[in-house]
């Protein structure tokens, strides 16, 4: 995990500080002078003051991702940009559980967010963590679960006799004054891939959480891997080995959405299952999950529906009805035209469009700058009138799908 400040915790480590930043409500940018003011003028050092309303800051933001619980937890902002969110970390200690995994090794556990879920499992954790700063975050968001330690180590030299299950979350970004920059090479991750390849020669169970744009080549063989997608965002990609992987799984989307869960999977090889074929815009267009997208299910989908890709190598599918999908989403289709801008300004005020959501694939089409064409520089008076386009491809041709979201 990304190295953070040792001196923003340390202040809160304390009787004072501790209950100073219990006593504070949600923050709010807008008040944030005002507080710091009073805070200061109570007699609380600057340092206490600044570190009390960055944490304040954090936890509100991580609301997001750890619902109530975040008013007890400490957080860095690396640790929390890279932190699982508690309902996907509930899903990756569940497949501990099941699998009858009687203690796990967190290594590189970051704040603790999977950690936490583990130990609520009732499963032994050991928590391991190289930042000093961040390892003590930890130790404060696990101080309710006696069977979870944190020890501060580099997470490649932690002995691991009598740990049957280890979990791993490689630091993938890098940390510099201008913030935070994300690693793209598997082998640069701290630890790096490999180094989980020699762990799941073991025959432990090994789980992995990674980045969601891992090349499919990239994935090691004998493994599952599972991307996530919460709310439409993709979040991770777990790769599973040995008795967390599930039999006969080589791939899968995992989608949580408020309907729930819902889960598309697949035995074959990233080069193998069925071919979708291809055919004409027509009756309802169908955007794939990005889950569904980055684990290369998007023919296995087009199967589900009934329907067919517009291109080959385009993730949009097209079938002649509606079918309630949680795998993507659906828009009747109203009009197909050429790719034109000067057309397609013309049709924009025929219509009296005031509002264009623009969707993309396939093109190289900035929605922004082509709305910023279309539209009027200065909108009329009067009810605003949205039009949804998809710009896509077919083979070379360039077109323009008139769309209207429809509700399943």
């Given at each position: 995990?990304?190295?953070?400040?040792?001196?923003?915790?340390?202040?809160?480590?304390?009787?004072?500080?501790?209950?100073?930043?219990?006593?504070?409500?949600?923050?709010?940018?807008?008040?944030?002078?005002?507080?710091?003011?009073?805070?200061?003028?109570?007699?609380?050092?600057?340092?206490?003051?600044?570190?009390?309303?960055?944490?304040?800051?954090?936890?509100?933001?991580?609301?997001?991702?750890?619902?109530?619980?975040?008013?007890?937890?400490?957080?860095?902002?690396?640790?929390l940009e890279q932190a699982?969110?508690?309902?996907?970390?509930a899903r990756h200690a569940?497949?501990?559980?099941?699998?009858?995994?009687?203690?796990?090794?967190?290594?590189?556990?970051?704040?603790?967010?999977?950690?936490?879920?583990?130990?609520?499992?009732?499963?032994?954790?050991?928590?391991?963590?190289?930042?000093?700063?961040?390892?003590?975050?930890?130790?404060?968001?696990?101080?309710?679960?006696?069977?979870?330690?944190?020890?501060?180590?580099?997470?490649?030299?932690?002995?691991?006799?009598?740990?049957?299950?280890?979990?791993?979350?490689?630091?993938?970004?890098?940390?510099?004054?201008?913030?935070?920059?994300?690693?793209?090479?598997?082998?640069?991750?701290?630890?790096?891939?490999?180094?989980?390849?020699?762990?799941?020669?073991?025959?432990?169970?090994?789980?992995?959480?990674?980045?969601?744009?891992?090349?499919?080549?990239?994935?090691?063989?004998?493994?599952?891997?599972?991307?996530?997608?919460?709310?439409?965002?993709?979040?991770?990609?777990?790769?599973?080995?040995?008795?967390?992987?599930?039999?006969?799984?080589?791939?899968?989307?995992?989608?949580?959405?408020?309907?729930?869960?819902?889960?598309?999977?697949?035995?074959?090889?990233?080069?193998?299952?069925?071919?979708?074929?291809?055919?004409?815009?027509?009756?309802?267009?169908?955007?794939?999950?990005?889950?569904?997208?980055?684990?290369?299910?998007?023919?296995?989908?087009?199967?589900?529906?009934?329907?067919?890709?517009?291109?080959?190598?385009?993730?949009?599918?097209?079938?002649?009805?509606?079918?309630?999908?949680?795998?993507a989403r659906a828009y009747?289709?109203?009009?197909?035209?050429?790719?034109?801008?000067?057309?397609?300004?013309?049709?924009?005020?025929?219509?009296?469009?005031?509002?264009?959501?623009?969707?993309?694939?396939?093109?190289?089409?900035?929605?922004?700058?082509?709305?910023?064409?279309?539209?009027?520089?200065?909108?009329?008076?009067?009810?605003?009138?949205?039009?949804?386009?998809?710009?896509?491809?077919?083979?070379?041709?360039?077109?323009?799908?008139?769309?209207?979201?429809?509700?399943?």
């Amino acid at each position: 995990m990304p190295h953070a400040p040792q001196e923003q915790i340390a202040p809160l480590l304390t009787t004072e500080g501790w209950e100073l930043l219990a006593s504070l409500g949600p923050y709010k940018e807008a008040d944030a002078f005002s507080v710091n003011a009073d805070l200061r003028k109570a007699g609380h050092s600057p340092e206490l003051v600044a570190a009390v309303l960055t944490q304040s800051r954090l936890r509100t933001r991580a609301e997001a991702k750890f619902g109530e619980f975040a008013r007890q937890m400490l957080f860095t902002q690396a640790g929390l940009e890279q932190a699982t969110r508690l309902n996907v970390a509930a899903r990756h200690a569940e497949r501990f559980a099941t699998a009858g995994v009687a203690h796990v090794a967190d290594l590189g556990c970051g704040l603790g967010a999977d950690s936490l879920a583990m130990a609520s499992m009732d499963i032994a954790v050991t928590a391991v963590e190289m930042d000093e700063t961040t390892a003590a975050c930890a130790t404060i968001n696990l101080i309710p679960f006696p069977h979870a330690t944190v020890v501060h180590a580099d997470a490649t030299s932690v002995e691991l006799d009598g740990i049957d299950g280890v979990w791993l979350d490689p630091a993938r970004r890098t940390t510099s004054t201008s913030g935070t920059k994300r690693i793209w090479d598997p082998e640069a991750f701290s630890p790096p891939l490999s180094f989980v390849e020699s762990l799941a020669a073991t025959g432990r169970a090994i789980g992995v959480k990674m980045g969601p744009g891992i090349p499919h080549d990239s994935v090691p063989k004998g493994c599952e891997a599972q991307w996530i997608s919460v709310g439409g965002d993709v979040t991770e990609v777990t790769l599973w080995f040995n008795a967390v992987a599930r039999p006969g799984v080589r791939r899968a989307a995992l989608v949580l959405g408020s309907q729930g869960a819902a889960e598309i999977t697949s035995g074959e090889d990233f080069d193998g299952g069925p071919v979708a074929a291809v055919g004409p815009v027509e009756g309802f267009l169908y955007e794939p999950d990005g889950a569904v997208i980055r684990a290369g299910l998007v023919a296995d989908v087009a199967e589900r529906l009934g329907g067919h890709l517009v291109d080959e190598h385009i993730a949009y599918i097209c079938a002649p009805g509606l079918h309630d999908t949680p795998f993507a989403r659906a828009y009747r289709v109203l009009e197909v035209m050429p790719y034109n801008v000067k057309a397609l300004k013309a049709w924009v005020k025929s219509n009296g469009i005031t509002v264009l959501d623009i969707k993309k694939r396939g093109t190289a089409v900035t929605p922004e700058e082509l709305r910023k064409q279309l539209l009027p520089a200065k909108p009329g008076k009067g009810k605003a009138k949205t039009a949804t386009l998809v710009l896509t491809r077919i083979g070379e041709e360039r077109v323009v799908v008139v769309v209207e979201p429809v509700s399943t």
